[in-house]
């Protein structure tokens, strides 16, 4: 490894790092600075409105940040939002060179490079790109496809099963693997559950184990219509939408084919979606070509009947059976014996996407 990517390396941890809130539908872009071989700031993205990873570590670095070095996960943005230009930035903290791992494809932000360079500053991008494309990967794809980037996530037995015939199901995995969820629910930024689960499960949907300045958007599929106002989804804990044959509330739209409503999720800036079921639900999403990610949790359990998972996925041959690639797998409880397995899969587009130079 490089000294460049040793201190990218830096920069991607500072990417991975969770902090209060989050900040979808932001990218959580991490950055350090170098002087002298010796890190002298670091940051990464507070929540959206908050200041960017340049600019935290920018603070920390105060003076020192003259004549630096500068390892940023994403190309600095380039645009007065909510928040003035990073590119801008770091040309006014004297900076010697800015080195990149993914270009920024946002036609909003984009041209912080360009901007840098026109100033005088030394730029280099592509650095460790394939690792940054992996850690950016719900921000990137959802602009590479124009919709939300989908997130399949299930709690399931050994033989499949997320619940007892009679609907029991609280809990099949362990307590570490549900927090987990919870940091699923901050990071995609918005939950989507079948109108059954909603009325069954009485759901919240809300991030609970951790300190959320911002909860994620809930959305329901009402396919019928008869759900009633008064579900814990739809209480004022967090922003809900659903989506029904015959909207009549103020955050209802109206039901469509799965492209279209995610269409309508990309309109409320809304870049990724994690899809918590049911059954029926997690089958129409892969049905659909949509699902990006799965995100199963594992218990050492075998509930030998109930619903599976994708019982409602109706594979009829081999060669038509949706095909994933396998991206991780871990245990989570190391050493218990009740230890559950964290298995992660990417759709062959996003693994190629990931993967590409």
């Not at 940051?43 to 600019?55: F, K």
């Not at 105060?62 to 600095?76: C, D, F, H, K």
């Not at 124009?146 to 050994?158: C, E, M, N, Q, Y």
């Not at 081999?318 to 190391?334: G, I, K």
């Amino acid at each position: 490894m490089s000294k460049h990517e040793k201190w990218m390396q830096e920069a991607l941890i500072q990417a991975r790092v969770s902090t209060s809130g989050f900040s979808a539908p932001n990218p959580h872009v991490g950055c350090v600075i170098v002087k002298q071989d010796e890190i002298v700031g670091s940051g990464h993205s507070d929540p959206a409105g908050g200041a960017h990873a340049e600019i935290n570590a920018l603070r920390l670095a105060g003076e020192s940040a003259q004549g630096a070095s500068v390892y940023v996960t994403l190309e600095p943005c380039n645009h007065h939002g909510r928040t003035s230009p990073c590119s801008q930035a770091l040309i006014d903290a004297g900076v010697r060179e800015v080195f990149y791992a993914a270009p920024d494809p946002s036609p909003v932000a984009c041209g912080g490079a360009q901007a840098l360079s026109g100033a005088g500053i030394k730029v280099v991008g592509g650095l460790m790109k394939v690792e940054a494309r992996e850690v950016h990967r719900q921000f990137l794809y959802s602009i590479h496809t124009g919709r939300p980037f989908v997130t399949v996530k299930a709690g399931i037995s050994l033989d499949g099963r997320i619940a007892l015939p009679s609907g029991e199901s609280q809990w099949i995995t362990s307590e570490t693997a549900r927090n987990k969820v919870q940091l699923l629910r901050a990071e995609r930024g918005c939950v989507l559950i079948g109108g059954r689960t909603a009325l069954v499960d009485q759901a919240r949907l809300t991030v609970r184990e951790l300190s959320a300045v911002k909860q994620p958007t809930r959305v329901v599929i009402d396919s019928h219509g008869t759900l009633p106002e008064t579900l814990p989804v739809f209480d004022e804990e967090a922003p809900s939408i659903r989506f029904t044959p015959q909207p009549k509330w103020a955050n209802d739209r109206p039901i469509s084919a799965i492209p279209d409503m995610l269409g309508v999720l990309k309109q409320e800036r809304i870049n990724g979606v994690l899809v918590e079921g049911g059954a029926k639900t997690i089958s129409r999403f892969i049905q659909a070509g949509v699902v990006d990610e799965i995100i199963l949790y594992v218990a050492p359990i075998i509930l030998g009947a109930g619903p599976s998972w994708t019982s409602e996925l109706g594979v009829d041959t081999l060669a038509n059976a949706p095909r994933f690639v396998l991206a991780n797998s871990r245990t989570l409880d190391e050493g218990l014996i009740h230890a559950n397995q964290e298995i992660t899969l990417y759709s062959r587009n996003l693994s190629d996407f990931i993967t590409s130079e």
